[in-house]
Every structure is written in C-alpha cells, then in structure tokens.
C-alpha cells in the first residue's frame, strides 16, 4: 500500500522563525506537489516538483525534491501570522500518474 | 474566467437517500477527479475519470458513482449503500500528464441528518 507521511502534523511557531514539513512517500515517483488548505476551503496549488533535485521557492516557502530518499520538503522562513493554514503534499506514482496520493497534512500555525 | 465549480456548497441528506454532488470545470481538462476528506484527514481518491464516458475507481469507491457524460461535467453521486458519507467532498480536473498538478473547486459539505 503506498504511504505519504508528512511530519509534524502539527506545528506551532512564532512569527520570524524557520522550520521545515517533511514528507515521506514510499513509491517510486519523481511528481511531488504542494498545497495549502484554508480553514473550510479547497485546496490551492502551491508548488510542482517534477524531477529529482527540484527547488521551488515562492516568497517565504521553498520545496524541495529527492526522489532517491523519496523525500519532499517544505521550508518556512521567517515566519508570518498569514501562513497558518494546513499544507499538504501529494505524490503522483510513476506507474500511474493520474493518480495523486496525499498526506495527512500539517497544520501550521503561526503565532503573532 | 476558467475554473471549476462545485454545487451545492452545503448539502444534508436523510438515512437511505441518493444525494448527487455537481462538478462543472470550463478549463478543457480532460481528466476530473473526485476525493473526500475527513476532519483532521488527508485527501482519498474516490473516482477519476481521464475521458469522457470512462471512469476508473479510486481506493474508496464503494457507496459512490460517478458518469461522465460531458468532458466539462463528472457528478458524484453517494448513494444509501455509503454508511458514514459525511464528509468535504472535493472534485479536482487537471490537464492530460498532471504536469501542473490539480485545480480543485470549492467543495462540498455533505451532512447526514
């Protein structure tokens, strides 16, 4: 059965600080994506990784790829109160793409 | 302006009862998607559909199905034999490939009453 693990599934920061979501699949993929859900509201894109050694990066967040240790991350710097939200990573298996599996997300919240 | 349009947003339906869900995209996807989410929870694959008039199930399909009559429309519909239907349903299209990964709608909250 393939996994997607994301860690920590909770996270509580203060404003100005980094840290880094990590996300575990245990399929063979070099397709990983990142979301961000919104208390009560869909889910928006915010990163596609599609090779190994990708690296995305879009304001204060920055994705990364290694499709050898099948690892994802997410990296948060300097924190700000408008990131709180539940991000999720979702992994498309080489054996069929059409099919996204997704973690549990981790839900961010970032104190003032 | 394109995207994709889930209705209604909140929907309760009684013990026994076919609800059906409605996701209309004008993004000329091709393949549309359907999954659930519980409180707390990741998302799970429900149906996909990667044509018209072809569908395949996802890892939770029992209780639901699904036509795809139209390229622009894949309904859901979660019928009695679903027991705990409860639960965020979100419908996602994506172009052939997945390279830019899904655009989801809004959802759909679904309540047994």
């Known amino acids: 059965e393939l996994k997607v693990e994301q860690n920590p599934l909770f996270l509580s920061m203060q404003e100005g600080k980094n840290y880094t979501i990590y996300c575990n699949y245990s399929t063979t993929s070099d397709r990983l994506y990142w979301y961000r859900q919104d208390p009560g509201k869909s889910l928006e894109s915010l990163f596609v990784?599609?090779?190994?050694?990708a690296v995305k990066q879009e304001g204060r967040l920055m994705a990364s790829l290694d499709t050898k240790a099948r690892l994802s991350t997410l990296h948060i710097t300097a924190a700000v109160h408008d990131l709180s939200a539940t991000y999720f990573c979702?992994?498309?298996?080489?054996?069929?793409?059409?099919?996204?599996?997704f973690g549990s997300g981790t839900k961010l919240n970032v104190k003032p | 302006d394109g995207g994709i349009t889930q209705s209604p947003k909140y929907l309760f339906r009684k013990e026994g009862q076919n609800v059906t869900l409605s996701c209309e995209q004008n993004?000329?996807?091709?393949?549309m998607y359907w999954y659930r989410q519980d409180p707390g929870q990741g998302l799970r694959l429900i149906y996909y559909s990667q044509i018209v008039n072809d569908f395949q199930k996802g890892d939770i399909a029992e209780g639901y199905s699904v036509s795809r009559e139209k390229k622009e429309s894949f309904p859901l519909t979660v019928t009695s034999a679903q027991k705990n239907p409860t639960a965020f349903y979100l419908c996602a299209s994506s172009i052939a490939g997945q390279i830019y990964g899904y655009t989801f709608g809004s959802g759909t909250r679904l309540t047994v009453v």
């Open positions: 979702a992994v498309a298996p080489r054996d069929n793409f059409n099919k996204f599996y």
């Open positions: 990784l599609l090779s190994n050694g």
């Open positions: 993004l000329n996807h091709d393949a």
